[in-house]
């Protein structure tokens, strides 16, 4: 699977991938925190392994359960240890702690002043079915149109450099 999704990469005008699969969110709706945090954890081992094929290009977001203060710590320490650049977890500072991804959704560009547009990372959800990827350019010209070309490169660019502390490359 990693294969697939890395082989296409240089076919796009992008050289990294952000990789969030949806299992992860049906693992919230188990009420036994010690299944859930058995899912949370098979996903991370899966997830590790996906990310091997292509490290410099592929980046994951590891996930917790956070069934408690102390569990969340060891989540966060392992997930830290297994290479992932990120980790996905409820706040209630939403604002200054919590990115959001959309694609396809010209509302969140014509709403930057009710949201934090720093916390903003565009997603073609490649190679998802309802992927925009062959026709992104197209789709982030329209909607992107009436942006600050700072905004928009903050948007579409250095806020996943930041938020996965890619470094500029």
Known sequence: MADDAVEPLP???ISADSHVTEPPYLFTEYLDPR????????????????QSYAPSRLFGLGQTAVNSVEQAVRDLERIKEMGF??????SDRVAENVYF???DDIVAFNCLNMLN???????NDFPHPDATWRWSRQLLNYQTQNLDDGVRRDILRDNA???YDLGAS
Not at 35 to 50: G, H, K, P, V
């Open 35 to 50: 299944f859930r945090d058995a899912c949370f954890t098979a996903y991370n081992r899966w997830l590790s392994e996906f």
């Open 117 to 123: 547009p720093k916390r903003l990372l565009w997603s």
């Open 85 to 90: 650049c990120g980790v996905m977890m409820p």
């Open 161 to 163: 450099i930041g938020c």
């Open 101 to 103: 991804t959309f694609q």
């Open 11 to 13: 076919y796009k005008p």
